[in-house]
Nanobody
């Protein structure tokens, strides 16, 4: 089992920055794929970014590429999402997720953290 707890959300003006954190506990291994997703009101949940627990091959949605950076601290079992140049359309609840080692599948989800970007 894996437990995920997000933090760092809040209200920010357009153009500002936030850093989200996702603290993981339980059975986390170097081959766990960690992802960030978001869901805006009235919209489906969408992929934002992902990274292997080893830190290689990060992947980003086109809408955030160049503005967001996913990273991780193995010693703290924590994954981060640095969000720069925020736009009102980035407003959403942000979730981190993971699944079985070695598989790109998201079985475990955090409770989410709200990000609101004002114009």
């Amino acid at each position: 089992q894996v437990q995920l707890v997000e933090s760092g959300g809040g209200l920010v003006q357009a153009g500002g920055s936030l850093r989200l954190s996702c603290a993981a506990s339980g059975h986390i291994f170097s081959s766990n794929h960690m992802g960030w997703f978001r869901q805006a009101p009235g919209k489906e949940r969408e992929f934002v970014a992902a990274i292997r627990w080893s830190g290689i091959n990060p992947d980003y949605a086109n809408s955030v590429n160049g503005r967001f950076t996913i990273s991780k601290d193995n010693a703290k079992n924590t994954v981060y999402l640095q969000m720069n140049s925020l736009k009102p359309e980035d407003t959403a609840v942000y979730y981190c997720a993971t699944g079985p080692p070695g598989v790109v599948r998201y079985d475990y989800w955090g409770q989410g953290t709200q990000v609101t970007v004002s114009s």
